[in-house]
């Protein structure tokens, strides 16, 4: 199977609150689409900026777990950020089948910061330093694994951490929904002193992704997250 290497430009980030958008706001956008689901309030130019909630970075308010509302073979990307752990744990799989028929043939699907619970559990027990605390202690861990719910007691059901992922199970996650050949790798958030975090590519076409494009798409979007470094795994 051939490496696939291509350069990607990173995205443009909008210096500019605007109203938030819906749902019908989609006609404004033209295929191929670049779509960035859970976008919070991070607004990308040239993404079409999902979520559940209107936001000031929201194009398209609507439910993060369906894509159905994009045609077959719309889109060249489709991104996100801390967003995949909020799932149902039987929404993960028909998501990203989903996302497979949403996608170009050579379209990719880019997710990160996926809480990595084989790191959160060894760093706790091996008493770490906590990423907020002096020792990563249980209150760290109920950080990662099920988001703070009760800081947004307005959407704590979305806010909620509703799954748990180590690499091996991104991986059959991703094999389930007919993605072959992923890059899975860890990296540390910003200043973090752990590497806790997850991230995938993974390619309609099932080509390999190489560690160049590995590198290049996690630059993209480093605005969000920094840029430490990567561990393919």
């Known amino acids: 199977?051939?490496?696939?290497?291509?350069?990607?430009?990173?995205?443009?980030?909008a210096t500019s609150s605007a109203a938030p958008q819906s749902f019908d706001n989609l006609k404004n956008f033209a295929a191929p689409y670049r779509i960035h689901i859970g976008c919070g309030s991070w607004k990308f130019i040239d993404f079409v900026n999902v979520d559940t909630r209107a936001t000031e970075a929201t194009d398209v308010t609507h439910d993060c777990s369906d894509v159905s509302i994009f045609p077959?073979?719309?889109?060249?990307?489709?991104?996100?950020?801390?967003?995949?752990?909020?799932?149902?744990?039987?929404?993960?799989?028909?998501?990203?089948?989903?996302?497979?028929?949403v996608l170009r043939p050579d379209g990719l699907v880019y997710f990160c910061g996926l809480p990595d619970f084989e790191v959160i559990a060894r760093s706790y027990l091996e008493k770490r330093p906590g990423n907020v605390s002096p020792l990563f202690n249980l209150a760290e861990v109920y950080r990662y694994t099920h988001g703070i719910p009760e800081y947004q007691p307005e959407w704590w059901v979305e806010q909620l951490h509703k799954t748990l992922f180590d690499h091996n199970e991104i991986r059959t996650l991703l094999a389930a929904a007919g993605f072959v050949n992923p890059s899975i790798f860890r990296y540390r958030y910003r200043s973090e002193p752990n590497p806790i975090t997850l991230g995938f590519i993974a390619a309609k076409s099932n080509a390999t992704i190489s560690p160049a494009l590995t590198q290049s798409v996690y630059e993209m979007f480093s605005a969000i997250y920094g840029n430490n470094p990567i561990q393919i795994l």
């Open 1 to 13: 199977m051939a490496r696939t290497s291509r350069k990607k430009s990173a995205p443009v980030i």
């Open 72 to 101: 077959d073979e719309s889109a060249s990307m489709v991104f996100s950020h801390a967003f995949f752990e909020h799932l149902f744990f039987s929404q993960r799989i028909p998501l990203l089948a989903d996302i497979r028929r």
